[in-house]
């Protein structure tokens, strides 16, 4: 009996620690290209007319994906039993009217200004002016109560990207300081103005954070200023009274849906630990007709591909659990500005610290398939097991090749980071941000019988064996030292 009872033991340690050596076979044994292929075929189809955030067809890919994780074993959580958490949302018709007034000169809509952000208002405050209106120029300024106008974008720099991230900077300093308002003198040629109001022209869809919000969003206005007549103005007066009327905003409420659901991880202390497998499930709907007169942005890249991604992990960690629990997470509204994203982590579910890492998928396109690229591979500590998973399917592991992009802060992970959860984002492979990316990135033409399947089948493997990896790892993954939010993680988990 006593040799009986060792040799069973014995046959429970060998599989075990077979099990953890044998990962790749455990990936083998669920990912399948078959399979790969009916998902991104259903979720990219026509009849699905592009995933737009809000729409029918929108919601039903979203209980086509719920419907997966529940035939999979993948556990709805307590507070979402049938795995949609709702998403406040808002649709933000354009205003009629927006108008600026200050030293006997009125500045009117389209031809001279354009609301960013703000309610129907009228004020009339004093405008003081603090150049580019970096956080040296608020220091020591008093602007509570007062319309601040800056320039806008940063000394030096003309990237129109870097533009859009410094106008949220300088919103968020005015806020906190209490102004009421805030104008960027608009001079860019690289974006210009024509572009920009026809970009702007249809509204917004926003999250509708009306019931947490103790007052309403600072009034932030862009007024074009080409020859930079009004920002010699300002520099010259310094101080002088301004009205703003902004008019026929109106707004309609609803909800869309985040998926989630989990698997329990099998150790008894890492279980408590989440990693997080996320990607957006929308895409931009119907649009301008191409050459071919298609409408449909159907959105196989961007983001069946990630979503099909996830679903994959899901399968696989449903069926052979890791130490760590697994977290999935599709989210809604990642076009309209990474809302779905932004509202998970401001009212999760589990607290954050317990979520140590998320694993993002997002694509744009590929030029490379001897690749996979990895937005922020070089910044966490599970490098190594990414790299490692990629090489055993035949692909190289590389960076962001295009940082001109700023793509690390151009999908959900960043909501994340900014948290200090570790946050790269597992995309397919390219070289550049042009050729066939660019090709098929929100064009109609990004359909699923234009991927390579066999890539694809490498590259969901590659992802799936680097979640087993970092799911199954010692120590938890973490920013690398200098990480730009390395400081924030520290705080997060103490």
């Known amino acids: 009996m006593k040799k009986l009872f060792l040799l069973a033991a014995t046959t429970l340690l060998t599989s075990a620690v077979f099990a953890q050596k044998d990962d790749k076979k455990i990936t083998d044994a669920t990912v399948n290209k078959a399979k790969i292929e009916s998902h991104i075929y259903f979720l990219a189809s026509d009849e699905l007319k592009g995933r737009q955030t809000p729409s029918p067809e929108q919601l039903i890919a979203a209980r086509y994906l719920t419907t997966q994780l529940q035939s999979y074993g993948v556990k709805p959580l307590p507070a979402y039993p049938d795995y949609l958490q709702p998403v406040a949302m808002r649709t933000v018709s354009a205003p009629s009217e927006v108008t600026v007034a200050y030293n006997n000169t009125t500045f009117l809509l389209k031809e001279s200004t354009l609301k960013l952000d703000g309610e129907n208002v009228s004020l009339d405050a004093e ?27 940063l000394p030096q720099q003309t990237n129109p990207r870097a533009w859009m991230s410094a106008r949220q900077e300088k919103a968020k300093r005015a806020t906190e300081k209490g102004a009421v308002g805030i104008i960027e003198l608009y001079a860019n040629q690289q974006l210009p103005w024509k572009l920009l109001t026809s970009y702007f022209k249809g509204g917004s869809v926003e999250l509708d954070e009306s019931t947490t919000k103790a007052k309403p969003s600072l009034t932030h206005i862009w007024l074009h200023d080409p020859e930079g007549k009004e920002a010699v103005y300002w520099t010259d007066s310094k101080k002088a009274k ?49 050459e071919k007169g298609d409408t449909i942005y159907n959105g196989a890249r961007d983001n069946a591909v990630g979503s099909v991604t996830v679903l994959s992990a899901a399968e ?20 309209k500005g990474l809302l779905g994203s932004r509202w998970f982590v401001e009212h999760s579910p589990l607290e954050l610290n317990k979520i140590v890492y998320c694993f993002n998928s997002d694509n744009a396109g590929y030029n490379d398939t001897s690749i996979a690229t990895i937005i922020g591979l070089g910044r966490t500590t599970a490098e190594g097991f990414i790299k490692k998973a990629c090489e055993t399917y035949g ?7 295009a940082p001109e992009q700023g793509l690390f802060d151009r999908s959900d992970n960043v909501n994340f980071a900014k948290k200090g959860i570790p946050a790269p984002t597992f995309s397919m492979g390219f070289t550049s941000f042009s050729g066939d990316v660019t090709k098929f990135y929100h064009q109609a033409s990004d359909e699923p019988s234009t991927l390579d399947y ?11 064996y680097s979640c087993r990896m970092i799911g199954n790892a010692p120590a938890r993954p973490f920013w690398k030292t200098g990480d730009k939010y390395f400081d924030a993680g520290t705080q997060l988990y103490k």
């Open 127 to 153: 405008g003081i002016f603090l150049n580019y209106g970096t956080e040296e120029d608020f220091k020591s300024a008093d602007v509570k109560g007062k319309v601040i106008i800056v320039k806008a974008g």
């Open 316 to 335: 696989n960690l449903a069926k052979y659990p890791t130490k760590r629990s697994a977290l999935f997470i599709l989210f809604t509204g990642e076009e």
């Open 242 to 290: 301004v009205q703003i009327k902004i008019s026929g905003i109106a707004e309609k409420k609803f909800n869309t849906y985040n998926i989630v659901g989990y698997v329990e991880g099998t150790d008894a202390k890492l279980k408590n630990e989440y990693i997080a497998y996320s990607a957006h499930y929308d895409h931009i709907g119907v649009g301008n007709p191409n």
């Open 395 to 401: 692909l190289k592991a590389t960076d962001d090749p």
């Open 454 to 464: 066999n890539y694809l089948y490498k590259f969901f493997s590659a992802y799936v």
